[in-house]
């Protein structure tokens, strides 16, 4: 039985709809008065396993729709396929579901897989352990160079060993109360299930996890959890965990299942019949243009924090290929979900090209203060304790240091703005490790954070043994990505989504350590699940020939985006726009927003765009290795995707996680969320606009049912 | 800071390159040395130049992308530090630098600094992996690993891969990395099974794909990775078990 695929059908029909036929627009802003209208206008027929809803209560669930005159509305509400009953023991029963291909008719089917981070890398590994035949693009000159190598802290895993009273539905509670009830509850139970073979997996492939002296796998604790579930190596739990996948993959390309091509940037995808079929990548090297076509295509291409600018992302990562997918039909969810690292190094001078993360562990040691008086210009040393705050464990004495990031920036943010901050700009906080080192000696403080330490000195001249370290907050993560339904389809048929790519598990806020699990889960543990049940359905068809006119549109279109963006011939270089751009998303829609801040950030993103494709310079040719061309692809993108976060943290009228508009808010100045009206997915979809400038996106709502986690405020005092 | 800067240039890998000179006045000492090509570049494409290709990508050390050889050190002055996290405040206003791609044979020069090292990657597909497919491993619990044995193996498989030990040589031989890789494998129970059949043929393509060790240690001067010395012996000592084992593959 697979009832569950009805998804790719009613896409294509919206996107037919949207080359000729006009939208549906509505009129009234009161959420309440469209009620007839999306009656008599829902479709024919879904045939959906979970029933659609109608009527007062369907609306009701998608939302107001506030923000007419930026955006459009679609009328039904979006059908996530998720199994309905209990969430415990829905993955187990989809995967019983699923279809299956006999071992010897996988060879016949051929899937490109686009990254090769832990997503991507799992993934591609893992569907040619099963005999697939996969073809694995990345832009790195390397497979393991991809950005999970950076994540420093650890990888949660509801391995519930411990008598610290940890189990599976306390991962899942902790992971979507963090996320602020806008996550997925039933992909956090997969999450949570399938946590536990992640770790049993990069162990046996050689990831070195911490030992505890008996020969045990070692945990540590997280922000927003008060059991002890991460599992580590050092501060560089990704790059272990990234280099055991690379040579996972590595093994797959010897044995001749897995084609990798390194260097190869995808710059958009083939979409014939509704369906996705394949890719056109540009070769960095040469400049070749090449397409490669497939029975489905993956993307596991990382999150789009870099639009920040100054992130702790690596400077190459990008949201092209979610970007260019995006436009020829995905659905981007919750793109403004962006989660600010409270620790991240403060920006110090105008070339610095990113804030350096250092690892969320350090706030296990670690006390962040401020000083009590505002401007107080001594040395962190000659403050004493009585003159310090301690904001932290002050406004949130069970959780102190390890509060969930969200809160921990806001709270930084908070003091900054007040005149506590500290350092020559005034734009930080302290982490002192005074009190563990005087606790447990300089060699334990060594031991755990060593390199972070260093780190930390080479890029300030500091040294955090003897003062404490400044961190602020800096954008780090996108809890948003491609939507896609439970099985990792997204609104296009046959392309799927895994990683900090995809959107499911972190809701509004992602907790410590589950990025790295998340990737891992869909890489190795639900995609080589859930590929399979779509390819099943298309044995014996063959993947595109390489002169289908789908894939030769597909190619003219990237080559005369590549001419066009070289032939503008302007005076800058394309970093001047993406570190403009930063500035404009930091200060209209960074740790806090407002509405008057996001229509301001809207007009100053399209005055940037339209400079851009004016004023943009790019020396030299397409027909080799052309760094600033490939940035300006990049920042034309992110000069499109920036808006629609704007625009989504513009029509989301409520604060949750990380998204925090300053008119929602408590006494307190917490996030202050709306449930009656919010507690839906947006799941927006594009449309052509006019010359550089995208259409108003539509919005798409998947409600979200929590039934194992009721609802809840968030409270960490 | 004003810095003098010469820079290596080339079109691709079958045209002769050059040093170029250029000027940066307005450095900082807390510049990183990709940022001081940031801004070098953005000097030479708002004067209408092609700017200098480089190989830059996490900017804090650890995915192994960058690789510039400055004054004839791979990476740069300070010792075992990646060129991501060399700061310009280890050169003094004023002061020269020579800046050129990471230089073996093993390593072409694709344009300018950026070098192609695929030849590593053609080593770990000869063998370094543990051949485990996904969901068939035993709980990791079950399998007690010594604390020391544990951090032991990560003092090995701390390699970023970035190749500088191979620029560093003067044989341009890759020890360090592939012994980096045998010794982080065999040190942990999980490697055991494969450990004569992965040193067979890390071994042989790390012998076909770079040149040989002379023990000149120079590798371990740069490697920002901090890889012990040892590793380059595991090479040679592996080798040799290997092929007492004759056909085993453990």
């Not at chain 1, 008060?226 to 560089?236: A, K, N």
């Not at chain 2, 002769?16 to 494409?45: H, I, W």
């Amino acid at each position: 039985m697979n009832t569950f695929r009805t998804i790719g059908s009613r896409i294509r029909s919206v996107v037919g709809s949207s080359e000729g036929v006009p939208r549906p627009q509505q009129d009234s802003p009161d959420p309440a008065a469209p009620q007839e209208e999306a009656a008599t206008s829902a479709p024919e027929s879904t045939g959906n396993a979970k029933k659609p809803l109608s009527g007062p209560a369907a609306l009701k669930r998608q939302g107001p729709k506030g923000t007419q005159g930026f955006v459009t509305y679609a009328d039904e509400p979006l059908n996530g396929n998720v199994p309905t009953g209990d969430p415990l023991t829905a993955w187990s029963r989809r995967k019983l579901d699923y279809k299956l291909v006999s071992p010897l008719n996988r060879r016949k089917f051929k899937v490109i897989v686009v990254g090769t981070g832990l997503a991507g890398a799992g993934c591609a590994a893992a569907l040619g352990e099963l005999g697939y035949n996969v073809v694995s693009y990345t832009f790195h000159d390397a497979a393991r160079r991809a950005h999970s190598v950076a994540a420093q802290g650890g990888i949660n895993s509801a391995r519930a060993k411990k008598v610290d009273n940890d189990s599976l539905e306390r991962f899942v509670k902790d992971t979507v109360k963090g996320g602020d009830f806008r996550a997925r509850e039933a992909d956090c139970f997969r999450l949570g299930e399938e946590s536990v073979r992640v770790i049993d997996h990069m162990d046996a492939i050689g990831a070195p996890f911490a030992r505890e002296y008996g020969g045990e796998l070692r945990t540590r604790s997280f922000g927003g959890v008060q059991v002890s579930r991460t599992y580590y190596t050092r501060g560089q739990t990704g790059q272990q965990l990234q280099v055991a996948a690379a040579r996972a993959l590595q093994r797959q390309v010897g044995l001749g299942t897995v084609d990798l091509r390194t260097h190869r940037e995808v710059l958009d995808l083939v979409v014939d019949d509704g369906r996705a079929k394949g890719v056109v990548v540009r070769d960095l090297y040469t400049g070749e243009i090449e397409a490669e076509t497939a029975h489905a295509v993956v993307l596991c291409t990382g999150g789009y924090g870099n639009v920040y600018f100054r992130s702790t992302l690596a400077h190459n990562s990008n949201v092209t290929a979610a970007w260019r997918a995006h436009r020829r039909g995905a659905y981007f969810a919750s793109p403004s979900y962006i989660q600010f690292h409270p620790t991240a190094l403060p920006v110090s001078s105008h070339w610095q090209s990113k804030t350096t993360l250092m690892s969320e562990s350090l706030r296990n040691d670690g006390r962040i203060w401020v000083p009590k008086a505002p401007g107080d210009d001594r040395p962190a040393n000659q403050i004493p304790e009585e003159e310090r705050d301690y904001y932290l464990e002050r406004k949130y004495p069970s959780y102190g240091n390890l509060s969930p990031r969200d809160i921990s920036s806001r709270a930084a943010r908070e003091q900054i703005e007040a005149g506590h901050g500290v350092g020559p700009l005034r734009n930080s906080v302290y982490l002192d490790f005074r009190d563990a080192i005087g606790r447990l000696g300089k060699k334990t403080i060594e031991e755990r954070y060593g390199n972070l330490f260093e780190m930390y000195f080479d890029a300030t001249g500091e040294d955090p043994y003897t003062e404490p370290m400044r961190i602020a907050p800096g954008a780090h993560f996108a809890m948003g990505g491609l939507w896609s339904d439970y099985d990792m389809m997204t609104s296009i048929e046959g392309l799927f989504v895994g990683g900090e790519a995809g959107w499911g598990y972190h809701g509004a806020n992602r907790l410590g350590a589950n990025s790295l699990l998340s990737a891992c889960v869909d890489g190795w543990f639900t995609l080589p699940y859930s590929v399979p049940n779509f390819l099943a359905n298309h044995l014996g068809e063959a993947p595109l020939p390489a002169d289908h006119p789908a894939v030769e549109r597909t190619v003219a279109e990237v080559r005369e985006r590549t001419d066009r963006l070289l032939s503008i011939g302007g005076t800058k270089g394309a970093d001047h726009f993406h570190r403009a751009l930063g500035d404009v998303l930091y200060s209209g829609c960074g740790v806090a927003r407002t509405e008057a801040g996001l229509k301001n950030a809207l007009k100053e993103i399209r005055a940037l765009r339209e400079e851009f494709w004016r004023d943009l310079r790019i020396p030299g040719s397409g027909r080799e290795l052309n760094q600033e061309l490939e940035r300006a692809g990049r920042i034309a993108d992110y000069l499109e995707m920036a808006e629609l976060m704007c625009l989504d943290a513009l029509d989301r009228d409520e604060s949750c996680g990380a998204h925090f508009r300053e008119e929602h808010q408590t006494p307190d100045g917490e996030a202050l969320r709306d449930d009656d009206d919010w507690c839906f997915v947006s799941a927006w979809e594009h449309t052509p606009g006019k010359g550089a400038h995208p259409g108003k996106p539509v919005r798409h709502a998947e409600p979200l049912d929590f039934q194992a986690v009721p609802l809840q405020t968030r409270n960490y005092a | 800071m004003k810095l003098t800067i010469e820079v290596w240039r080339q079109e691709d890998t079958t045209t002769k390159g050059r040093f170029v000179t250029y000027q940066v006045d307005d450095a900082t000492p807390e510049m990183s040395l990709p940022e001081l090509l940031d801004r070098l570049n953005d000097q030479l494409v708002t004067a209408g130049e092609e700017p200098i290709a480089f190989d830059t990508d996490c900017r804090e050390g650890i995915c192994g992308t960058c690789g510039i050889t400055v004054n004839g050190v791979p990476h740069g002055k300070v010792p075992n530090t990646p060129t991501c996290r060399q700061n310009l405040r280890s050169y003094d206003d004023g002061e020269h630098l020579k800046l050129e791609p990471f230089r073996a044979a093993s390593f072409p020069v694709v344009r300018d600094l950026v070098v192609d090292r695929s030849a590593l990657d053609r080593v770990i597909a000869s063998g370094g992996y543990v051949s485990v497919d996904a969901g068939t491993a035993p709980d990791a619990d079950t399998r007690q690993i010594p604390f020391k044995v544990a951090e032991q193996a990560l003092d090995f498989s701390a390699c970023i891969g970035c190749g500088a030990c191979i620029a560093a040589c003067p044989n341009g031989a890759a020890h360090l990395f592939a012994g980096a890789l045998l010794s982080h494998m065999s040190t942990l129970p999980q490697g055991k099974p494969e450990r004569s059949k992965r040193a067979r043929g890390v071994v042989a393509t790390t012998e076909e794909e770079f040149g040989p060790c002379s023990v000149y240690a120079e590798c371990v001067e740069v490697c920002p990775a901090g890889i012990p010395i040892s590793a380059i012996s595991a090479v040679n000592r592996e080798a040799a078990r290997a092929a007492i084992r004759r056909n085993k593959d453990n």
